[in-house]
């Protein structure tokens, strides 16, 4: 891989994979919505390309002037809170999404790398259960689902190697969620004593660091065009 698109680039994760691509020597295409926030983040780093990108309007063609090997998507708006629970807004990210893999082939992609998520099995699931889905989360769970196999379809049709790789719950420097790790080492700041459920739930953990290195590698996986994921 010599050279990558990322969007959602100054999000938590997608900041932690460009500087694991730059640190590789890769030519990186940041992918955002706002270039001032970009700059604040990433100040000014060799082979390191921000580009404003609208998912409606702009078309990568247009906007990266050369080929690119691999393309990262990480953009995602509604992930927690209230949007979460917003249909208009979860539709509105599956199309960003298929908006963005239609344009693949016209930049010489070889391979997708998208951003999948523990809620898609979860969603799966709590629809199996005879309670009524009551739960507002379930429209991300459901939308990112939607997105996953969606893109698939659309990215396998012009021979671009996909994959969705399931991430679990990052964590480390940036982060702003509630959840587990992040809230508890707040309330030891303020030397609280947190509380915890019966741990049943199938979650693992992983360091930031440790997820960047991890797409990063699967960016420069060797394989064939016939392994799709």
Known sequence: MKSAAVTGATGFIGRWVVAELLRHG???????????K??????????????AYDFE??????????????????????????KAGDAEVQILNIRHTLKLVEQLGALGVQRFIGAGSL???????????EEAAVNRGIMYKSAKLAAHYMAKVEVCRQGIQFYWP??????????????????????????????FTAGTQLYDFIYIT?????????????????TIF
């Open 119 to 129: 809620h898609e099995m979860e969603c799966l699931e709590e629809m199996k259960a």
């Open 166 to 195: 399931v991430i679990t719950n990052a964590f480390g420097i940036g982060e702003n969620s509630p959840r587990l790790i992040n809230t508890t080492v707040r309330k030891l700041i303020r030397g609280e004593n947190p509380k």
């Open 210 to 226: 440790d997820l960047a290195k991890a797409f990063w590698m699967i960016g420069e996986k060797v394989l064939t065009a016939e």
């Open 38 to 51: 970009a700059e604040r983040i990433f100040h000014s780093k060799d082979g390191l390309h921000i580009v």
């Open 57 to 82: 309007t702009d078309h990568l063609k247009e906007l990266i002037p050369e080929p690119v090997d691999v393309v990262y998507h990480f953009a995602w708006s509604g992930v927690s809170g209230e």
């Open 26 to 36: 890769i030519n990186v295409y940041a992918l955002v919505r706002s270039v001032e």
